[in-house]
Structure formats: structure tokens, C-alpha cells
């Protein structure tokens, strides 16, 4: 039999990703038509508490919504957060600010103690918390376990969504963003139903301006720097998993729900898509 030639391959793995993305939004609409009924089915009483990491434009935006929703959890994403307590002058957001006009870096101490305080006083927080961004040092990770354990919690899961940084550039420089929730699109890969409008509220989407090539290279080099020794601290605690964030939105989200034991599809992490079942992944 003679071998198959890299284009034929190139036109096969094309061909399998646009039908998984076709499932994905075949799925999507079948939900809307029964209301969203399968959705709140699919809800968990059971909590969470995990950290959500991720080089930008790994997926983050996209998941972090769906995990939330899932398990009532509240998605603390540390710069929203910092910007919102500045925003109502909180007395720790009074003290950032001030750290900030001086061009210095937030502190630790006040860090965790806005994480200490939406968990304990933010009512979406009850069922658990998805941390997006920190922590970014073992430090950090440190003071974060410390706090938690004097509530007698711990983290149950830190999941790093992982991917080449070469194929972040298409990724990041076509994302859209929903500034209210959060909620991240792609022009190409994963696009509203309305152009420039979120599918749930119908508002305007942003493009960031920070979304290009240049500033993505130094935010990538700053988190490969920031990360390894705070994947390396969680690997030690038995909690780190990683996810192959190269596969389609709803590949990912199985993933997903097999760290946090709810698929048992153990398969579904490294040959849970199309591609990876028919020997094409790469």
C-alpha cells in the first residue's frame, strides 16, 4: 500500500476539524431547540475549587464560562477583580490603587485577601471558585493554600490548558471578547452567530488592543517564566493535570469533565476527537 502523501493528510485533518466543529454547533443547537434543558441536566451540585491556567488565547475564556455554570461556581479572574475593587474603592482596592499610581506591583497580601473576600462574602462563590491568573509565583500558591486552609478547604484541581505558542498567534489575533461576562469568540475558529455580538445578550463584542503579534511574544516569554515552577509546585501536590487545548471548544470540555471525574471516557484527554481516533492528531 503506498504511503500517504503530507497534502492528502493536511486535506484529511481539515476535513475531520470541520466536521467536529459541525457537531459542536449541531450540539450547540439542539439544546437551544429543547430550551436548554439538556444544559441544566447537566448541572452539578457538587463544588469546585480549582485553578484555571493557560497561556493567552488558550482557551481560558471559553471553558472557564461553561465551568461555572456547571458547578454554580464564581470565576474569579484576578485582573477583573482588581480592577473592580479599585472601580468601587474597596479599602483593599484604595490600597492597590495606590501600589499602582506609584508604578509598584500589588502585593500578595492584598491579592489573597480580595480572593479571602469574595469567597467568603461573593454569594456565587458558595459552591466553589474557578481562580483564572493566579497564582502566578509558588509564593503566591503558597499564601493561597495557607488561607484556604484556615477556611479547612483545599483546591481540588489546577488544570493547565496547553498549546504550541506558534498556533496562539492565528488564535489570539482573531479573538473577541464580551467585556460583561468574559466570554471569549474567534472570528474563524469559533465565531458569534451575529457578527460583533455576544450569542447570550446580543451586546457589542472588543477586539483588545493588546491582541496582536508583538505584545502576545512578550505575555507568552513572561508566562512560561511566571508558570513552570507553579505547575512544578502542583505536580508535586498530585492536583496538576494537563489538557491539550489544540482541540476543538467541545473536545476540550470533555477533557474537562474527565479531570474532574464526570466522563468516563478516560480516553477523551488524549483521543477523545475525531482526529485523535483516526491516528491524525499532530
Known amino acids: 500500500m503506498a504511503p500517504i502523501e503530507d497534502a492528502s493528510v493536511d486535506a484529511l485533518r481539515d476535513l475531520v476539524r470541520k466536521l467536529e466543529t459541525r457537531v459542536e454547533q449541531l450540539e450547540s443547537k439542539l439544546e437551544q431547540t429543547t430550551g436548554g434543558v439538556s444544559t441544566r441536566k447537566q448541572k452539578s451540585t457538587a463544588g469546585i475549587r480549582m485553578i484555571l491556567m493557560g497561556p493567552p488565547g488558550a482557551g481560558k475564556g471559553t471553558q472557564a464560562?461553561?465551568?461555572?455554570?456547571?458547578?454554580c461556581a464564581c470565576h474569579l479572574a484576578t485582573g477583573d477583580m482588581l480592577r473592580s475593587q479599585v472601580a468601587r474603592k474597596t479599602s483593599l482596592g484604595r490600597e492597590a490603587r495606590k501600589?499602582?499610581?506609584?508604578?509598584?506591583?500589588?502585593?500578595?497580601?492584598?491579592?489573597?485577601?480580595?480572593?479571602?473576600?469574595?469567597?467568603e462574602n461573593?454569594?456565587?462563590?458558595?459552591?466553589?471558585?474557578?481562580?483564572?491568573?493566579?497564582?502566578?509565583?509558588v509564593a503566591q500558591a503558597e499564601r493561597l493554600d495557607s488561607m484556604l486552609q484556615e477556611k479547612s478547604q483545599k483546591l481540588q484541581h489546577a488544570v493547565e490548558l496547553q498549546i504550541d505558542d506558534g498556533l496562539l498567534v492565528s488564535r489570539i489575533t482573531g479573538r473577541l471578547i464580551h467585556p460583561a461576562s468574559g466570554r471569549s469568540y474567534h472570528k474563524i475558529f469559533n465565531p458569534p452567530k451575529e457578527v460583533m455580538k455576544d450569542d447570550i445578550t446580543g451586546e457589542p463584542l472588543i477586539q483588545r488592543s493588546d491582541d496582536n503579534v508583538e505584545t502576545l511574544k512578550k505575555r507568552l516569554s513572561t508566562y512560561h517564566q511566571q508558570t513552570a515552577p507553579v505547575v512544578a509546585y502542583y505536580q508535586k501536590t498530585g492536583i496538576w493535570r494537563p489538557i491539550d487545548a489544540t482541540q476543538e471548544p467541545g473536545q476540550v470540555?470533555?477533557?474537562?469533565?474527565?479531570?474532574?471525574?464526570?466522563?468516563?471516557?478516560?480516553?477523551?484527554?488524549?483521543?477523545?476527537?475525531?482526529?485523535?481516533?483516526?491516528?491524525l492528531r499532530g
Open 99 to 119: 501600589i499602582m499610581d506609584q508604578g509598584g506591583l500589588v502585593s500578595d497580601e492584598i491579592m489573597i485577601g480580595m480572593i479571602k473576600g469574595e469567597i
Open 65 to 71: 464560562p461553561k465551568i461555572k455554570e456547571k458547578y
Open 122 to 137: 461573593n454569594q456565587e462563590c458558595r459552591q466553589g471558585f474557578i481562580l483564572d491568573g493566579f497564582p502566578r509565583t
Open 253 to 279: 470540555w470533555k477533557s474537562l469533565l474527565g479531570v474532574f471525574g464526570e466522563d468516563k471516557d478516560k480516553s477523551s484527554s488524549t483521543s477523545g476527537s475525531l482526529l485523535g481516533r483516526i491516528g
